[in-house]
């Protein structure tokens, strides 16, 4: 079946810490984004893609950084210097936004 | 800059009530595809409805139904005879045909519960 995998579900950082989260699919799709999600609120994006070795910030890229080095696979790091990454982050594609975009199952970070 | 306002932050209704999500859009573009998705306590998003800015035809499917005018810049979204299976959050959200990017911009989301 095709679709978006992230892994993943749950993931525990350390502060200080890198930590990548993965997102993979098998949609064909070439747009790959990046969205994170606080309780209580809407999602707002931190990278997209839409083609392979390249990528651009959204509204909210500082303290993450991103590789797209095949079209399947768009992983995510959050890095050291994101103050607050505790969120919940989705990633998601599309067909260049035509018929709609397709959305994983979530990674839920947290700083322990 | 496109903006989606959903200033609904959480609606409570009892169980076979009607109710509206209401969702209110900018956008300096002609061309764009307004969205609805719903997200269940698991936290993935679940895909509703796309509309393009040319189809002002209102849609029913089922229990659900859209009401888009452009008019108002609104989109909005009605449950009919809600059930407790309806809890979720909603989301708006919207894509610019000339961003280059085709990124959705979401609102804020409403939480909708559904009492038995």
């Known amino acids: 079946d095709g679709g978006i995998t992230q892994s993943p579900k749950y993931l525990f950082r350390k502060e200080g810490q890198n930590v990548t989260l993965s997102c993979e699919q098998n949609?064909?799709?070439?747009?790959m984004y990046w969205y994170r999600q606080d309780p209580g609120q809407g999602l707002r994006l931190i990278y997209y893609s839409q083609i392979v070795n390249d990528f651009q910030k959204g509204d909210i890229a500082e303290g993450y950084s991103v590789s797209r080095e095949k079209k399947e696979s768009f992983p995510l790091t959050v890095t050291s210097a994101q103050k607050n990454p505790t969120a919940f982050y989705l990633c998601a594609t599309t067909d260049r936004g035509l018929f709609g975009y397709t959305f994983g199952s979530g990674t839920r970070l947290t700083v322990v | 800059a496109q903006k989606v306002t959903q200033a609904q932050t959480e609606i409570s209704v009892v169980e076979k009530e009607d109710v509206t999500l209401d969702c209110v859009y900018e956008?300096?573009?002609?061309?764009?595809?307004l969205f609805w998705y719903k997200q269940p306590p698991s936290g993935e998003l679940v895909f509703l409805i796309r509309?393009?800015?040319?189809?002002?035809q209102n849609e029913i499917s089922g229990r659900y139904s859209w009401n888009f005018q452009k008019s108002t810049s609104s989109f909005n979204f009605t449950i009919t005879a809600s059930q407790v299976v309806d809890s979720a959050v909603y989301f708006c959200a919207l894509s610019e045909a000339n961003n280059a990017g085709n990124m959705l911009t979401f609102g804020g989301g409403t939480r909708l519960m559904v009492k038995p």
């Open positions: 509309r393009n800015s040319f189809d002002e």
């Open positions: 949609l064909n799709h070439d747009a």
């Open positions: 956008t300096r573009d002609t061309t764009y595809y």
